[in-house]
């Protein structure tokens, strides 16, 4: 079987229930990961500034509106 990924990493506060997680973030990250391409990593910048540049090389891609967040981030690939 051939498994396409499309990969969305957003960093936020999410909550805990009965349910599993819950929050804002969640629907961020996976409106990225659908805009995302097939075999593509796209984050917000948030986590971008977290990494350590000489690991993964990320080329800005502007702001996007995602649901769950009030205005447009910054995303990467």
Do not use: D, K, N
């Not at 349910?19 to 990250?29: E, F, M, R």
């Not at 910048?45 to 967040?69: D, H, K, Q």
């Amino acid at each position: 079987a051939l498994l396409e990924l499309q990969i969305g990493v957003h960093q936020g506060e999410v909550h805990l229930g009965p349910s599993g997680a819950a929050g804002a973030p969640l629907a961020a990250v996976r409106a990225l990961s659908e805009g995302a391409g097939v075999g593509e990593v796209w984050l917000t910048r948030g986590v971008y500034l977290t990494m350590s540049r000489s690991e993964a090389p990320a080329e800005e891609m502007g702001p996007r509106a995602l649901a769950g967040l009030s205005e447009p981030v910054p995303t990467y690939r």
